[in-house]
């Protein structure tokens, strides 16, 4: 019911559609989800599944309010990149399961930036700075007429 409200509130008087609502909701729940259950079976540590879980509603909240206020792009980017701080901080506590967990299972994809938390550190950052750029710009909604 709740999505059905966000999505009917995003064609409200700004010209958005009920498909942009979906297409940025799944933007932001897919990687977060996918990014929890991998590490968490690298890493063999079930507070990542918990991370992909909030990281994914903090990300809902955030965008719904950006659709309602009319800039979800800032709010996009502010649950990101407070989620993946969040996520750095989770890797710099079991980096050494979680590097251990990507050479036993991924040797072939293994590099040892992935498991440090300083490259997860600059993407919440780069997040962060994306934000702070989307609310300097005037963004207007495109509507189809």
Do not use: N
């Amino acid at each position: 019911m709740l999505i059905q409200q966000t999505a009917t509130a995003a064609k409200g008087s700004r010209g958005g559609s009920s498909r942009s609502w979906f297409l940025a909701l799944g933007a932001g729940w897919l990687p977060a989800m996918g990014i929890g259950f991998t590490f968490s079976a690298l890493a063999d540590r079930l507070i990542f599944v918990g991370w992909g879980l909030a990281a994914a509603t903090v990300y809902s909240w955030a965008l719904r309010h950006g659709f309602e206020v009319g800039t979800p792009v800032t709010f996009g980017l502010l649950g990101a990149a407070a989620s993946l701080l969040v996520l750095a901080w989770l890797v710099a506590r079991h980096q050494g399961s979680l590097d251990l967990g990507y050479r036993a299972f991924l040797p072939g994809l293994y590099h040892p930036w992935i498991s440090r938390p300083g490259a997860i550190y600059g993407l919440g950052i780069a997040c962060g700075l994306g934000a702070a750029l989307a609310s300097t710009q005037p963004w207007k909604w495109r509507t189809s007429r």
